[in-house]
Each structure stands twice: as structure tokens, then as C-alpha cells.
């Protein structure tokens, strides 16, 4: 046994060698940024499979934990491929959300994927899946070519099957994932250089490190700002020139996030002269110049040559599986503990307030593209408690191919914006809502609309708040037209004049929703300038035009307003369409409810009677209010019958709701007519309907009420099956329930026998019938809804009496006034009403 459990171990230590190569090597061979192979769980045959991951590369595995397993008959395309057996290639954001909305809004960042079936005779073993910046991303243009990768997948199926002895059932994964650190892309080397800029001269003294981050001879550099900010960042030489004359006049500003000319990441941070120490780099070997700074490669390791100490933001760095390689004294000085307890520890164990949500969501954003993520933290215990007084924090995340480097700047030294914060930059007074975060809160609200309007109003509250959209419309696609669904905020009329626009159309709103892709118009001068002639509704702001489709079919458009220019980040663009996608299927659902509504209201409207069965000597009086929320229509009913020399009234609701309820209604109805037709008592009725329920087998029952009156004399047989009993309202005006015996409900057991009550209804008294749905509250007991009821009927008697030619249907009006205007009516309601009239 000790040798079996032995080579248990080593099995397994073989296996996970070979799963970790496979995701390095895919790793290599697509230019990933991570990989990670699913493997089956051990698990019954016969039990839906479900896959678990196995290996990651690139990733700590705390910030995957929501895909360590997944059910594969879920939505997603590592799904796809095991299921199907087929490679799915997601070649950028927009193709994901198009074809898997609920993968995309789990990971709303940027890039592209692969997810390859690893072969293992009749079915996969699991799945390899690689994630890469998307075509463009970075500077890469090279498209995405999984054809290595896909090899790589077949190998590994290979070697699998060959380390199981060619049993595929014995390639299972129960545990946690192996993570592991990805191959370096380049061997660490200082990459930091530092400079100090005198405002009067516009000098700039730098140091030979810098020369080299900028790729430059000492003779090449002309030593004034403009050549510097030439040199770092050409495209953005105003916002470093910008930078430097706000330090100088003493506005502490975040570090800024530049790009050179070859588009590689390079970080600019600055200081006044003796905030946090002088570089001592002048020009006289003497005293610093009036503003000093730092320009760094965020994808190199080394910033423990001293220099980076200098700094008075806290700096440190971050490897793919989250643990700290380097922290600067302003850093462990602002996590209050000694730097070494912060080197070689993960972040999660470091520090614990820099982590859950939503600050994993902006790590993984860091990890999975290009661009840097802002955000603010606030460290537990506050000011009071917090080592060093620091109780907020900016923090920037810079990614690299090796690396993250993160700063940590005290919230008290950032400047407030004037004006709109641009996308992506921190702003002062609190940590804002991540975008990325949102489609998890979006898809969590949309569970619970159900129509369009309710659809569009949820965006409305959760969606444009977090991107400052101050103006909604929805259009959706009918008969190859566009319609207007909702719209909020934009001028009177403005929407409407776009409502029934043809496919054929040149304008955004049909353009994006015929390509597939997203339109971001950063102001309204571009939008004009891209569609001449195109009715504006206002001079400034941007727009963003979001195609609606769900799993491929074109739904419609959905169009966002902003009252001021701004920039979507990539970050936000791929936020956006991820939610639009979400949206997509929400409206698709609530199409479907739509028709379905509809069809089950025309349906239910066609079943109930048209007028009640007339008698010189009863006054009837019926009403039916659906419901507002789930599915509307339900299954009540209500009848009047000719029975004999009387008449026979019945009140009924079918379990559940929808078109198979109002169908069971109303051969329950019919069946109920056809019984009281032949003037049977009220007790061989229910029974009658009760054998017909059970031999048509639609999976539901009903409750009943069913009585039979005789005008003449006021007698009267009742007998009811699961339903809420009567109520009398006698001359003298008060009401009671009636004691009437019941059986079962309708549908359950072919024996139920249903007991019959006699009474004698005196003239001028009301006999109320009424389905739960009248009595029913949230939270409350019936008995206390029917207590209501009775002394709602009390009222209207009472009322009638008083004022002559209040009819019964006015006191049935009275009844479900309180219903009928309700915000929410969760069950459909129906009430009839009987009063026995004097002769003469």
C-alpha cells in the first residue's frame, strides 16, 4: 500500500510538471500573458462533468479563484471547446461579447484568447487556454495564430494519456491550481533614470541612466525641458511640460503614465525640491534644482540600486503570481511594517488592504492589458489607527511584460481636478466604482427586470452613473427598422426623430449595430465631422453607439450621452461593450416575455366570460386585474353559469403563471360550464373537474370555489376545493366569513370528496368570492388580508346604503381600487360578487 501511495504522489507530481511545461510553452508560442490548462473533476458518469483548473501560469491564483471550476454545460468558450471538442478563438473583446456576454463581463479587459481541446480518444481530457494582448495591443500587430498552440494542446494529450497508461479516466484534477511563474521576457536590468529641471533656465540635468532609457547620447540631449519631454513621450511633450510647471509652483500631481515614440510604457514622477529628499544631481554637484523626477520602465526589475529610495511616493513591484520583489522606504513606511516583511511575500499576505473586491478586478485589469489602472484604497483603521497617519491612498498599477509597478501616493497630497477627472486618473475624496467591476452589479440587476422598460431603466440607475452618462436611448430592432424602446435626457423629441429608421440608414445608431462594433465619439465635433448632415442635440459632449446582440442575432442599439468631451479608455471601450452584451440578452429576454405576455393575455381575455349570466332576481358583478411582475398573467377565473331554475357561481385560480396556466384555465373554465350546465350540485362539479385536471396531467392543480343559488328562495350550496372561503355581507351590514368545509385542491388525489354547505341567502346580502391574490401580502399572514377585506366590504356596504345607485359593480370597484393602483401586484386577482335582489 505504502508503494501504491508512493507512486500515487509521484503520478501526480509528473502530471503537474507536464502541465506546467504546456502552459509555458503555450505561453511562448502565442505571446501570452497567461495560460492555464482545465482538467476534468473526478466525479459519477452519469453527473453533469465539470472542469477544473489544473495549472496557471501568469496569474496569481487568488484573483482566478471564480474559474478555478466550471460547470461544462456553462456559456463560456472553454466550455465550447471541451464540450464540442473544437478550438474557440476570441480574437479581441468585441468578439467575445459578442459570442459569450457572460464570459466577457466576468473579464472585461482587452485582450484576445484561446481555448484548444487536449485530445484523449473518444472525448477531451480538458482544455488549454492561452490570453493575449488583443491584435494592436501593445504595438502588436501580429494577428493571433493559435496553429502552435493547437500542436502544443495535441502533445499534451499525448503525453497524458501515455503518463495514464492510456486510460483517459484516470486524467482528473481535484485540488487547487498549480500556479507558475511565466518564462522571463528579457533578463532583469536597471531600467530608472533621474533628472532635476531648474524652471528659470528650463535646464534639465540628467544622469546616465536616464541617456539610456531614452536611447540617447550625451551629445544627443540639447538639456532643456522641450528635449526631454521630446525625448519620453513626443506625442505628449504639453502634458510633460504641463507637469513639470505645475510641480515647480507646488501642486502635487500622481505620476503620469507615458508612452515613447516605439509606444513602450515609461512612468514620469516628479517632486518639489526637498519633498521627500533632493537627488542631489546638479549641475554644480551642489544642491537640487528646484524639481526633481524620476522616468522608469514599469517592466524592468531592478529599482533596488537606492535610487527609487529617494522617491517620496511609495513604490514597489509585483511579479505574474503577485508576489513583492521590491518596495522603496516610502512604501513600507506607508504600510507601516519593515520593507523585508514586504519582499517575497505575496500581496495578499503583505498587504491585505490592497486586496478583495474591487481592487482585484483593477489587478487583474493590470495583468491582462496594456493599459495602467488607477484607483483609490483606503487602509483599514483610518487615520487614528493607521501607522504614519496615511488613511487613504492613489495607487497606479503600471504594467510590463515581467512585472507590475505600483505607486502608493497619500490621498492628502493629490490635487482635486478642475473639471471632469479623464478616464482612468485617480480623483481625490473616496475610491470611485471600478468599470470593469460594473457588469457583475449590471447582471445582477437585470435578473429581476423582465421587460424592456424595466431593462432600460436598470441601465439607466447602474450603468450611466458610473461612466457620468447623463442621456439614455435604447432603439430595438422590429421588421428591420429601429424603434425607440427608452430614452432619458436627451431634448424633447430629439429620440423620436430617429424612431422606425431604416437598416439602409448612414447614421451611428444603424452602423453599429450592422458592423457589430462599438462607436466612442470623444466629442461632438468628431461625431459631426464623421457624419455630416446628422442631427445634433447639443454643442459639446461625447457619445458612444453600443450594438445590442445576443448570441448573434441583432437585437438593437443602445446610444449614451455625456454632457462634456471625454476620453473612453480602452478599459472603459471594452467595459462598455461587455455590458452592451449583457443588455443584449436582458432585452432579448423581455422580448420574450413580451410576446409571451401578450400571447397568455389575449388568451386569458378570450377565456374569460364576456358578460355574466343575467337572472331577474341576482345581481352579479365580476373583476380581474393581472398581475405586474414575473410573467403578468396568471390563472384566475370567474364564472356566472345557468343551472336549472338558478344560477351557478365559480371562482378559480390554476398554480403558476403564463400561457400554460391561462390554458389550464380555461379548460378548467369549460369544464366547470359543462358540469353546472347539466345542473349538477356543487360538490359533483368540483369532483367532475377535479377527474378531468388529473386525466389531462398538465403538472398543475387549482383551488375552487363553486356554489349554486336558487333566486326564488335564497338557497344556496357551497362546496370549495383549497380555496379561501366566502364572505357575507348580511343586510344589517356586517361581513363574515362563511364555515364551509373543503377538500383538496383540484388536480392532486382522484378520491378527494368535497363537502357541501347549506345556507339561505337573504335578500339585499353580498356573497363574496376572491381568488389569494386579494389577500395575499408580502410578509403577512392571509388571515389579516381577509380581515382587511371583510372590513373593506363593511365600507362599501355601508356606502351603499347611504348613497342610492350604488350598484354592486361600483362596490366591486371599491374592493380592488387598493389593487388595482398598486406599484406591485405580484399575483393576478379576481373577485365576484352576488347580491340576491328583493321582488316587487
Request: positive net charge.
Given at each position: 500500500?505504502?508503494?501504491?501511495?508512493?507512486r500515487a504522489?509521484r503520478t501526480?507530481a509528473?502530471?503537474?510538471?507536464?502541465?506546467?511545461?504546456a502552459a509555458?510553452?503555450?505561453l511562448?508560442?502565442a505571446?501570452g500573458r497567461?495560460?492555464g490548462?482545465?482538467?476534468?473533476s473526478?466525479?459519477p458518469?452519469?453527473?453533469?462533468?465539470v472542469?477544473?483548473?489544473?495549472?496557471l501560469?501568469?496569474?496569481?491564483?487568488?484573483?482566478?479563484?471564480p474559474?478555478w471550476r466550471?460547470?461544462?454545460?456553462?456559456?463560456?468558450?472553454?466550455c465550447d471547446a471541451y464540450?464540442?471538442?473544437?478550438?474557440?478563438?476570441?480574437?479581441d473583446?468585441a468578439e467575445?461579447v459578442?459570442?459569450?456576454?457572460?464570459?466577457?463581463?466576468?473579464l472585461?479587459f482587452?485582450?484576445?484568447?484561446a481555448?484548444?481541446p487536449v485530445?484523449g480518444?473518444?472525448?477531451p481530457l480538458g482544455?488549454?487556454t492561452v490570453?493575449?494582448?488583443?491584435?494592436?495591443?501593445?504595438?502588436d500587430?501580429e494577428?493571433?495564430?493559435?496553429?502552435?498552440?493547437?500542436r502544443?494542446?495535441e502533445?499534451?494529450g499525448?503525453?497524458?494519456?501515455?503518463?495514464a497508461?492510456?486510460d483517459p479516466d484516470a486524467?482528473?484534477?481535484?485540488?487547487?491550481p498549480?500556479c507558475?511563474?511565466?518564462p522571463?521576457?528579457?533578463?532583469p536590468?536597471?531600467?530608472?533614470g533621474r533628472?532635476?529641471?531648474?524652471?528659470?533656465?528650463?535646464?534639465?540635468?540628467?544622469d546616465?541612466?536616464?541617456?539610456?532609457?531614452?536611447g540617447l547620447a550625451?551629445?544627443?540631449?540639447?538639456?532643456?525641458d522641450?528635449?526631454?519631454?521630446e525625448?519620453?513621450?513626443?506625442?505628449?511633450?504639453h502634458?510633460?511640460?504641463a507637469?513639470?510647471?505645475d510641480t515647480?509652483?507646488g501642486?502635487?500631481?500622481?505620476?503620469?503614465?507615458?508612452?515613447?515614440a516605439?509606444?513602450?510604457?515609461?512612468l514620469?514622477?516628479?517632486?518639489?525640491?526637498?519633498d521627500?529628499?533632493?537627488?542631489?544631481?546638479?549641475?554644480?554637484?551642489?544642491t537640487a534644482a528646484?524639481?526633481?523626477g524620476v522616468?522608469?520602465?514599469p517592466?524592468?526589475?531592478?529599482?533596488a540600486?537606492?535610487?527609487?529610495?529617494q522617491?517620496?511616493q511609495?513604490?514597489?513591484?509585483l511579479d505574474?503570481?503577485g508576489?513583492?520583489?521590491?518596495?522603496?522606504?516610502?512604501?513600507?513606511?506607508?504600510?507601516?511594517?519593515?520593507?523585508?516583511?514586504?519582499?517575497?511575500?505575496?500581496?495578499?499576505?503583505?498587504?491585505?488592504?490592497?486586496t478583495?473586491?474591487?481592487?482585484d478586478?483593477h489587478?487583474r485589469?493590470?495583468l491582462?492589458?496594456?493599459?495602467?489602472v488607477?484607483?483609490?484604497v483606503?487602509?483599514?483603521?483610518g487615520?487614528d489607527?493607521?501607522?504614519?497617519?496615511?488613511?487613504?491612498?492613489a495607487v497606479?498599477v503600471?504594467p510590463g511584460d515581467?512585472l507590475?509597478?505600483?505607486?502608493?501616493?497619500p490621498?492628502?497630497?493629490i490635487?482635486?481636478?478642475e473639471g471632469?477627472?479623464?478616464?482612468?486618473?485617480?480623483v481625490a475624496?473616496g475610491?470611485?466604482?471600478?468599470?470593469?467591476?460594473?457588469?457583475i452589479a449590471?447582471?445582477?440587476?437585470?435578473?429581476?427586470?423582465?421587460?424592456a422598460q424595466?431593462?432600460?431603466?436598470v441601465?439607466?440607475?447602474e450603468?450611466?452613473?458610473v461612466?457620468?452618462?447623463?442621456?439614455?436611448?435604447?432603439y430595438?430592432?422590429?421588421?428591420?427598422?429601429?424603434h425607440l424602446a427608452?430614452?432619458s435626457g436627451?431634448?424633447p423629441?430629439f429620440?423620436?426623430?430617429?424612431?422606425?429608421?431604416?437598416l439602409?440608414a448612414?447614421?451611428p445608431?444603424?452602423?453599429t449595430?450592422?458592423t457589430?462594433?462599438?462607436?466612442?465619439f470623444e466629442s461632438m465635433r468628431q461625431?459631426a465631422a464623421?457624419?455630416?448632415?446628422?442631427?445634433?442635440d447639443?454643442?459639446?459632449g461625447a457619445r458612444?453607439?453600443l450594438?445590442?446582440?445576443a448570441s448573434g442575432?441583432?437585437?438593437?442599439?443602445?446610444?449614451l450621452?455625456?454632457d462634456?468631451?471625454?476620453?473612453?479608455s480602452?478599459?472603459e471601450r471594452?467595459?462598455l461593450?461587455?455590458l452592451?452584451?449583457?443588455?443584449?440578452h436582458?432585452m432579448?429576454?423581455?422580448?420574450?416575455?413580451?410576446?409571451?405576455?401578450a400571447?397568455?393575455?389575449g388568451?386569458q381575455?378570450a377565456?374569460?366570460?364576456?358578460?355574466?349570466?343575467?337572472?331577474p332576481?341576482?345581481?352579479?358583478?365580476?373583476?380581474?386585474?393581472p398581475?405586474?411582475?414575473g410573467?403578468e398573467?396568471?390563472?384566475d377565473w370567474?364564472?356566472?353559469?345557468?343551472s336549472?331554475?338558478g344560477?351557478?357561481?365559480?371562482?378559480g385560480?390554476v398554480?403558476?403563471h403564463?400561457?400554460q396556466?391561462a390554458?389550464?384555465m380555461?379548460q378548467l373554465?369549460?369544464?366547470v360550464?359543462?358540469f353546472?350546465?347539466?345542473d349538477?350540485?356543487?360538490?359533483?362539479?368540483?369532483s367532475?373537474?377535479?377527474h378531468?385536471l388529473?386525466g389531462?396531467d398538465?403538472?398543475?392543480?387549482?383551488s375552487?370555489?363553486?356554489?349554486r343559488?336558487d333566486?326564488?328562495?335564497?338557497r344556496?350550496?357551497?362546496?370549495?376545493?383549497?380555496?379561501?372561503?366566502?364572505l357575507?355581507?348580511?343586510?344589517?351590514?356586517?361581513?363574515?366569513?362563511?364555515?364551509?368545509?373543503?377538500?383538496?385542491?383540484?388536480g392532486?388525489?382522484?378520491?378527494?370528496?368535497?363537502?357541501v354547505?347549506?345556507?339561505?341567502?337573504e335578500?339585499?346580502?353580498?356573497?363574496?368570492?376572491?381568488?389569494d391574490?386579494?389577500?395575499?401580502?408580502a410578509?403577512?399572514?392571509?388571515d389579516?388580508g381577509?380581515a382587511?377585506l371583510?372590513a373593506?366590504?363593511?365600507r362599501?356596504g355601508?356606502?351603499?346604503?347611504r348613497?342610492?345607485?350604488l350598484?354592486?359593480s361600483g362596490v366591486?370597484d371599491?374592493?380592488?381600487?387598493?389593487?388595482?393602483h398598486a406599484?406591485?401586484?405580484?399575483?393576478?386577482?379576481?373577485l365576484?360578487?352576488?347580491?340576491?335582489?328583493?321582488?316587487g
Open positions: 500500500m505504502a508503494g501504491s501511495g508512493e504522489v501526480r509528473r502530471l503537474a510538471a507536464l502541465l506546467a511545461d509555458t510553452a503555450a511562448r508560442a505571446g497567461v495560460a490548462v482545465y482538467l476534468r473526478a466525479g458518469a452519469d453527473a453533469p462533468a472542469l477544473r483548473l489544473a495549472v501560469a501568469g496569474l496569481p491564483g487568488p484573483l482566478f479563484r474559474w466550471v460547470h461544462a454545460d456553462r456559456p463560456f468558450p472553454v464540450r464540442l471538442g473544437t478550438a474557440v478563438v476570441l480574437r473583446a467575445a459578442r459570442r459569450y456576454p457572460q464570459f466577457a463581463a466576468g472585461p482587452p485582450f484576445a484568447s481555448h484548444l485530445p480518444g473518444g472525448r482544455v488549454l490570453l493575449r494582448p488583443s491584435t494592436g495591443d501593445d504595438g500587430d494577428p493571433f495564430d493559435p496553429e502552435l498552440p493547437t502544443l494542446a502533445g499534451l499525448t503525453e497524458l494519456l501515455a503518463l497508461d492510456g486524467i482528473v484534477w481535484d485540488g487547487e498549480q507558475v511563474r511565466p522571463a521576457t528579457r533578463p536590468q536597471a531600467a530608472m533628472f532635476t529641471w531648474d524652471p528659470d533656465t528650463h535646464a534639465v540635468h540628467a546616465e541612466r536616464l541617456h539610456a532609457l531614452l550625451a551629445g544627443d540631449f540639447a538639456g532643456t522641450t528635449a526631454l519631454a525625448a519620453l513621450a513626443p506625442a505628449e511633450t502634458r510633460v511640460l507637469a513639470l510647471r515647480a509652483a501642486k502635487p500631481l500622481a505620476p503620469l503614465s507615458l508612452r515613447t516605439g509606444g513602450a510604457p515609461r514620469l514622477d516628479l517632486w518639489p525640491a526637498g521627500g529628499g533632493a537627488l542631489g544631481i546638479g549641475a554644480d554637484g551642489g528646484r524639481v526633481g522616468v522608469f520602465d517592466g524592468r526589475a531592478a529599482l540600486d537606492g535610487a527609487a529610495d522617491l517620496p511609495g513604490v514597489f513591484t505574474r503570481l508576489v513583492i520583489g521590491y518596495a522603496n522606504a516610502a512604501a513600507a513606511r506607508f504600510a507601516g511594517r519593515p520593507r523585508e516583511s514586504l519582499v517575497g511575500r505575496t500581496l495578499w499576505d503583505a498587504l491585505p488592504w490592497l478583495g473586491p474591487p481592487y478586478d489587478l485589469g493590470a491582462l492589458s496594456p493599459e495602467p488607477h484607483f483609490h483606503r487602509r483599514p483603521g487615520a489607527g493607521a501607522p504614519g497617519g496615511y488613511d487613504g491612498f497606479s503600471y515581467d507590475l509597478t505600483c505607486t502608493l501616493v490621498a492628502s497630497r490635487a482635486a481636478p471632469p477627472s479623464p478616464p482612468g486618473q485617480p475624496g475610491p470611485p466604482v471600478a468599470a470593469a467591476y460594473r457588469p449590471l447582471a445582477i440587476a437585470l435578473t429581476d427586470a423582465v421587460t424595466q431593462v432600460s431603466a441601465v439607466m440607475r450603468l450611466l452613473p461612466f457620468g452618462g447623463r442621456r439614455l436611448a435604447i430595438l430592432l422590429q421588421e428591420r427598422r429601429l427608452w430614452e436627451f431634448p423629441g429620440p423620436e426623430r430617429f424612431d422606425g429608421v431604416a439602409d448612414r447614421i445608431a444603424v452602423e449595430l450592422a457589430g462594433r462599438p462607436l466612442f461625431l464623421t457624419y455630416p448632415g446628422l442631427p445634433m447639443a454643442a459639446e458612444a453607439f450594438p445590442l446582440i442575432r441583432p437585437v438593437g442599439s443602445c446610444v450621452g455625456f462634456g468631451p471625454r476620453r473612453f480602452a478599459q471594452t467595459a461593450t461587455a452592451a452584451g449583457l443588455i443584449a436582458a432579448e429576454r423581455a422580448r420574450r416575455y413580451d410576446s409571451e405576455a400571447l397568455a393575455r388568451l381575455q377565456l374569460l366570460p364576456g358578460r355574466l349570466s343575467a337572472h332576481g341576482v345581481e352579479t358583478a365580476g373583476r380581474y386585474l398581475g405586474t411582475r410573467l398573467v396568471g390563472g370567474y364564472d356566472v353559469v345557468e336549472g331554475d344560477l351557478a357561481l365559480v371562482i385560480d398554480q403558476g403564463g400561457v396556466a390554458a389550464t380555461g373554465r369549460s369544464a360550464r359543462a353546472a350546465l347539466g349538477r350540485p356543487p360538490d359533483e362539479v368540483l367532475g373537474t377535479n378531468l388529473i389531462l398538465p403538472g398543475q392543480f387549482a375552487c370555489c363553486c356554489l343559488l333566486p326564488a328562495t335564497g344556496t350550496l357551497i362546496a370549495r376545493a383549497g380555496h379561501p372561503p366566502p357575507l355581507l348580511s343586510p344589517g351590514g356586517r361581513t363574515r366569513p362563511l364555515d364551509v368545509p373543503g377538500g383538496v385542491v383540484l392532486v388525489d382522484p378520491g378527494a370528496r368535497y363537502p354547505t347549506e345556507l339561505v341567502l335578500p339585499d346580502a353580498i356573497l363574496a368570492l376572491y381568488t391574490g386579494l389577500v395575499e401580502r410578509g403577512a399572514d392571509i389579516d381577509i382587511e371583510r373593506a366590504l363593511d362599501a355601508a356606502a351603499a346604503r348613497r342610492d345607485g350598484t354592486l366591486a371599491r374592493l380592488t381600487a387598493a389593487a388595482r406599484d406591485a401586484r405580484p399575483d393576478d386577482v379576481a365576484l360578487l352576488a347580491r340576491r335582489l328583493r321582488r
